[in-house]
């Protein structure tokens, strides 16, 4: 099961889309919600990548975020992308090789070192590696099974036979493994397309597809809900007392990506709200409980359901309310670095709709 048939084809709804907000908190959650890809084919894949911060967009000067999903992807754009999704280290016991067209000063310098250092990447030539070259599809097949060699049973599955993909190619062996293993899939009329440049869509949907298929190392059921029952309840505990500060600490310490910008609006609405002077109660109704829908070993899928909220603020006769369901899905992510899971998205509307936020000021 993959998020997209959890979520459906809808996406998160966000809390608004418009650049230029005045707000740091907005500007940052913006940057989840890149504008060109809500009618692509790879959406829902694609949104996954840069919700989990597996992915940045890019801002031009108007605040405009965008992905540029059919743009091509160069080797060291993609090798960067998989050594930090991964969280790779530098082997041990492997030395990496030295490229002459790799200088130590150049970003993507120790992307290249670890994959190179980890058998993952060779190199174009003896002594060069092509950085600034446009990779293709079949490169990309080949990288990513060296990548999760140890974490996807790549020797179960039919392998599919692509009309283009002859035998004396030199990753074709690969390219039978990750087609056996569901990690990638073709074009109509079964072929491959092996020597075509991969844009970055492809290049983030094949990895996605990887990153569903490693189960040699699954999180239990029963550490998944309690971790999500533990953040629920810490997070309960610090709206119920309306203290906005150490909602912030938990957001820091338990969210990622999309939805800790997301919970970082919600704190800063309380925090306004407190500031203009409103009084401001919390109330909570049910009992939560969850479900596991899915789990990998760096991504897990709960559905939660049983708890509301309800926001009441008072000031000068004024009153007004909000209500929080807690129904959705929560996607959990393992911190590359921390090994830590921590959510990073969700369907579950927070208080902070645009309503509310534009009748505290907030832009």
Do not use: C
Not at 26 to 45: C, F, G, T
């Amino acid at each position: 099961m993959t998020a997209g048939a959890v979520l459906g084809t809808g996406v998160i709804t966000p809390v608004s889309a418009a650049p230029q907000h005045e707000t740091k908190e907005l500007q940052v959650l913006d940057s989840y919600l890149p504008e060109d890809i809500a009618k692509h084919w790879a959406r829902n894949k694609v949104y996954d990548m840069v919700h989990a911060g597996y992915v940045n967009g890019y801002t031009d000067a108007s605040g405009t975020v965008t992905v540029r999903p059919d743009r091509k992807i160069t080797r060291a754009e993609f090798v960067e992308l998989l050594v930090k999704t991964l969280g790779l280290k530098k082997s041990p016991d492997r030395e990496p090789k030295s490229f002459s067209d790799v200088d130590s000063s150049e970003w993507y310098y120790n992307s290249v070192t670890i994959a190179s250092s980890l058998g993952i990447v060779s190199g174009t030539t003896e002594s060069s590696f092509g950085p600034e070259r446009y990779i293709t599809r079949g490169e990309i097949a080949a990288l990513l099974v060296r990548a999760f060699a140890y974490t996807i049973a790549f020797d179960e599955g039919t392998t599919r036979h692509f009309k283009d993909v002859g035998n004396t190619y030199w990753a074709s062996r690969e390219i039978d493994k990750a087609s056996r293993a569901g990690v990638i899939s073709g074009y109509k009329g079964n072929v491959f397309k092996p020597f075509e440049y991969a844009t970055r869509a492809e290049a983030m949907t094949m990895l996605y597809n990887a990153l569903y298929l490693e189960e040699n190392a699954v999180p239990t059921d029963k550490a998944l809900l309690d971790l999500v029952k533990t953040i629920e309840e810490e997070r309960s505990r610090a709206l119920l007392a309306v203290d906005p500060n150490r909602l912030k600490e938990i957001v820091d310490a338990r969210y990622a990506g999309y939805y800790k910008a997301l919970q970082n609006v919600e704190v800063l609405l309380l925090r306004k709200a407190k500031e203009q002077g409103y009084e401001v109660s919390i109330s909570r109704t049910g009992e939560l409980t969850e479900k596991v829908l899915g789990k990998w070993n760096r991504i897990a899928l709960v559905e939660v359901d049983g708890a509301e909220y309800t926001l009441t603020a008072k000031k000068d006769g004024e009153e007004w309310k909000a209500v929080e369901k807690f129904k959705g899905v929560v996607m959990l992510k393992k911190d590359p670095t921390t090994n830590e899971w921590r959510i990073y998205t969700s369907d579950i509307q927070l208080f902070a709709t645009k309503q509310l936020l534009e009748k505290l000021g907030i832009k």
